[in-house]
């Protein structure tokens, strides 16, 4: 079984993170009996936070490094809005990046 890494990037003031959090963790449900997931929860506006990860936008999931989108990494942490109802990813669209990585 495959170990994969999940990071969601965010900040506290963003208004999407709550429902992009959600989003994820009902994604991790369906897939964890069948995938080995480490989840990582990053801060970007934290001082601590490595430069590189400051940069992408709040919501912003990556597995294995990778954005769920395929979009690249941006100049600035800012709100990220994914295009689509919600303005988040969707559970299916998480589920499948999770698929995608195990089965490329």
């Known amino acids: ?58 919501p912003t999931i990556l597995v294995d490094g990778l954005d769920i989108t395929g979009a690249p990494q941006g100049a600035a942490g800012n709100c990220r809005i994914y295009p689509g109802e919600g303005s988040v990813p969707t559970i299916d669209e998480i589920v499948d990046a999770l698929v995608r990585r195990v089965k490329p």
């Open 1 to 58: 079984m495959a170990e994969i890494t999940v990071s969601f990037l965010y900040f506290d003031d963003c208004p999407l993170a709550t429902r992009a959090r959600d989003n994820l963790m009902s994604a991790l449900n369906h897939v964890r009996e069948h995938m080995m997931i480490g989840v990582e929860e990053v801060d970007i506006m934290d001082p601590r936070t490595p430069e590189p990860l400051k940069s992408w936008g709040s």
